[in-house]
């Protein structure tokens, strides 16, 4: 005699094994390709953060799920996306058609593992013109910083990364702009988790960046992850509230 285990209820599926949560706005001329790279049996979503392009129909006709935040701001989308998932990895994932989902597979495949806690991708460009020079710098900048901060050797915050949702939930991200990667990052970092950073190529875009495209928008985000990195460790906040 066999046994098989009961399936969920009628009515009910099962969550999906992984869920990448895709930040967007008015990312329509991206979108097909971007959820056409989307592993089997994963589930995107889509987090429509105002687009006025028709994007979250366009992404609901292709099959992700959307949701949506009022609330301009990358890390609010992000984090909106991540109280929106449900499978026990969640992956993050730039809308823009800069990087591939699928490279996101050895990244489950590690923190599933157990080999890692949090893996990132490092973008290596694809072509000239890909990454822009104050871009890079400003992102060269900050992680030099976080090395200092954390003790981390990264050399990008970029936003290709996996990590279990429980554990991402539990670092309790209050970030909601540009400065959300990173609070991410460390916050990882003073809980003691294992960082891995993996070589990814990164591609020309699909349309105009919303916030490394210009000087203004990089220095917006470098200021936004700057005030990040002069927070104390979330012990020490928690140890001084409780004196």
């Given amino acids: 005699m066999t046994f ?46 105002g687009s006025t392009d028709g994007s979250a129909d366009l992404a609901r006709e292709l099959g992700a799920t959307v949701v949506h935040e009022p609330r ?3 890390g609010a989308a992000c984090h909106t996306g991540l109280l929106a998932a449900e499978a026990d990895i969640v992956c993050f994932c730039d809308c823009d058609a800069s990087l591939d989902p699928a490279l996101l597979t ?15 991708g490092r973008r290596r460009p694809q072509g000239r013109g890909t990454w822009p020079p104050h871009a890079r710098l400003g992102n060269i900048a900050l992680a030099r910083m976080l090395r200092n901060r954390t003790g981390l050797r990264l050399h990008d915050l970029g936003p290709l990364r996996a990590a279990r949702r ?5 670092l309790d991200l ?11 990052v460390v916050r990882a970092a003073d ?19 919303k916030v490394t495209g210009t000087w203004r928008g990089t220095w917006h985000a470098v200021r936004d ?19």
């Fill in 191 to 209: 809980a003691g988790w294992r960082v891995e950073e993996r070589d990814v190529p990164y591609r020309p875009r699909t349309g105009r960046s």
């Fill in 106 to 120: 050895p990244f489950v495949r590690a923190v599933r593992d157990g080999d890692s806690d949090l893996v990132l």
């Fill in 72 to 74: 301009r701001g990358f």
């Fill in 4 to 49: 098989s285990p009961p399936g969920p209820p009628p009515g009910k599926s099962l969550p999906a094994p992984v869920d990448v949560v895709l930040p967007c706005l008015d990312e329509a001329a991206a979108l097909p390709w971007v959820l056409a790279r989307i592993p089997a049996g994963w589930r995107a979503i889509v987090v429509d953060n």
């Fill in 225 to 243: 992850m700057r005030s990040v990195l002069h927070q104390p460790p979330l012990t020490a906040r928690t140890e001084g509230s409780a004196r």
């Fill in 166 to 170: 429980t554990a991402l939930l539990d």
């Fill in 174 to 184: 209050t970030d909601r702009r540009s400065g959300y990667p990173l609070q991410m």
